[in-house]
Antibody, heavy 119, light 110 residues
């Protein structure tokens, strides 16, 4: 059973960079999984941010691509999200999640962390 | 505005069967790869159905999925009060080269 835990600043100033890390336990980040980020503004629906694979492949939401970087640290078994030039519209609960390519239906989510963009 | 369209709300009484639809205008959506998620307030989404009609281990068979080629549906039978929450469909959209979610359907058990 893979477990995911998001961590990072809960308050970010406008125009700054939102940085979150997802710690992976119970599985290897080098497994044949996609490691992804999804966000949910308060009271709204889910928005996919992007995903990465240990092979180096990445996919990004076209609407966020210019501001997003996803990275993986295999030595720490974690992956991270950097979102630049944030505004109040980026205030959301941010979830990290993973789904297996080898075993469809095997999918795990972190509990989510609320990040507020405010001065 | 979501690429996948869901009704904003649905409701039913305990024991009833309800269905939630999911459709989109893109010809690049393969409805045989639709996932369905349940989100209880204050918790992370939980995968209910993958590849249109497959249930992950541990998901009750009260939950079932189907697709017609141009849309997908989630059915919940034997409705229970703890089924209340939001339900989202999702899939990969080749035209966007990204994953897309429906706007979500709020299910109320009356």
């Amino acid at each position: 059973q893979v477990q995911l835990q998001e961590s990072g600043p809960r308050l970010v100033k406008p125009s700054g960079t939102l940085s979150l890390t997802c710690d992976v336990s119970g599985g290897s980040i080098s497994s044949n999984n996609w490691w992804s980020w999804v966000r949910q503004p308060p009271g709204k629906g889910l928005e996919w941010i992007g995903e990465l694979h240990h092979s180096g492949s990445t996919n990004y939401n076209p609407s966020l691509r210019s501001r997003v970087t996803l990275l993986m640290d295999k030595s720490k078994n974690q992956f991270s999200l950097n979102l630049r030039s944030v505004t109040a519209a980026d205030t959301a609960v941010y979830y990290c999640a993973t789904y297996s390519v080898t075993y469809p239906g095997s999918e795990f989510w972190g509990q989510g962390t609320l990040v507020t963009i405010s001065s | 505005q979501s690429v996948l369209t869901q009704p904003p709300s649905a409701s039913g009484i305990p024991g009833q069967r309800v269905t939630i639809s999911c459709s989109g205008g893109s010809s690049k959506i393969d409805y045989s790869y639709i996932n369905w998620y349940q989100q209880i307030p204050g918790t992370a989404p939980k995968l209910l159905i993958y590849r249109s009609n497959q249930r992950p281990s541990g998901v009750p068979d009260r939950f079932s999925g189907s697709n017609s080629g141009t849309s997908a549906s989630l059915a919940i039978s034997g409705l229970r009060s703890d089924d209340e929450g939001h339900y989202y469909c999702a899939t990969w959209d080749d035209s966007l080269s990204g994953r897309v979610f429906g706007g979500g359907t709020k299910l109320t058990v009356l």
